[in-house]
């Protein structure tokens, strides 16, 4: 009897403890779901956010792609001033040389003749009024300045004319369509207006496209995503029924030394 007593008070010990073990492991478990939904909106959001659609691919805000700094600042009107005073600059150029008929070499000339004409009574008319003589700084193109304008206009070209030969090769069908259609466009548009006003046409737009997307980019980019989508759509029923019919030269894959 003592012996079984001693057995059965040690079953309720192990017992006891098996609960307690299993206890803590539940409320350990527990607070694991409890904590996972708190993560979970949030790692679920952030998958959210990396899946939106965003216009040619664009993983920066609007203020970087345009090249950040002042020129952006002017372009997304941070500053309405001065966005105005260029924009307005940029009109009274047009309607002068355009709709006036005003000439750019005619304007130069003109202008340094008042200048040169103004500063030099006013020199002279000095010594007899009793003033300082007008001051008039010195002006030179930094050679840093000039350097890295030429750098950087060298580094556009490059990456033009490389473009250039990507899409003529014959790589990508995808891109060498649009430019085609781009370069149709734009000579369509040249030859009905001059550069001044082509010019004039693209400086307004820079001036009100990006603010205008930047202020309306969720709803762009949504009709932007159903209209590539379609375009997918169309594009692949061309490519089945004509693009991929159409025989492909022996060289194709072979690297270009």
Known sequence: MAEHKEESAAESLID??????HGDSSSDSDDDKKSSPSSGPSAAAEAVKAKIYRLFGREKPVHKVLGGGKPADVFLWRNKTVSAATLGGATAIWVLFELMEYHLLTLLCHFLILSLA??????????????????????????????????????????ALASL?????????????????GLWNVSSIANSCNFLTLFYIVFVILHTVPVLYEKYE????????????????HYAVVHAKYLSKIPKGPFKDKKIQ
């Open 16 to 21: 006891k403890i098996t609960e307690k073990f």
């Open 118 to 159: 103004v500063i030099f009574l006013w020199s002279n008319a000095s010594n007899f009024i009793n003033k300082s003589r007008p001051h008039i700084p010195e002006v030179s193109i930094p050679e840093d300045l000039a350097v890295n304008i030429a750098l950087s206009l060298r580094y556009e070209i490059n990456w």
């Open 165 to 181: 030969r990507e899409i003529a090769l014959g790589r990508d069908l995808k891109k060498f369509l649009p430019v085609i259609a």
């Open 218 to 233: 969720d709803k762009v980019d949504a009709f932007a995503e159903k209209a590539e989508a379609e375009f997918r759509k």
